[in-house]
Nanobody, 115 residues
Framework: QVQLVESGGGEVQAGASLRISCTGA????????MGWFRQTAGKERAFVAQ???????RYSDSVKGRFTISADYDKNTLYLQMNSLKPEDTGVYFC?????????WGQGTQVTVSS
């Protein structure tokens, strides 16, 4: 089965930057559309960013202009560079295929932004 592992989260002040990473086992990111999702307490996971296997990128309105999704396909690693972080960005961040998540969710990585 596919295994997805997220890392790199932390606690930061508003306006700070953070880069989180996702690695996958038994899935080749190069041949899939991959994305990031986030979840806050009491809410469903919400779409954040997508990197299509064609190279097309897509972002939610709330993060567009601040976040950048990218991948190192040789390392089979997906990244999310988050700049100008806001308290509203706080949540657990997950990676999966996008726009439709097809695999078991990983543990996620916690991002906490304080004002």
């Amino acid at each position: 089965q596919v295994q997805l592992v997220e890392s790199g989260g932390g606690e930061v002040q508003a306006g700070a930057s953070l880069r989180i990473s996702c690695t996958g086992a038994r899935i080749a990111f190069r041949y899939n559309s991959m994305g990031w999702f986030r979840q806050t307490a009491g809410k469903e996971r919400a779409f954040v960013a997508q990197l299509h296997d064609s190279g097309m990128v897509r972002y939610s309105d709330s993060v567009k202009g601040r976040f950048t999704i990218s991948a190192d396909y040789d390392k089979n690693t997906l990244y999310l560079q988050m700049n100008s972080l806001k308290p509203e960005d706080t949540g657990v961040y997950f990676c999966n295929t996008a726009p439709g998540p097809m695999h078991r969710w990983g543990q996620g990585t916690q991002v906490t932004v304080s004002s």
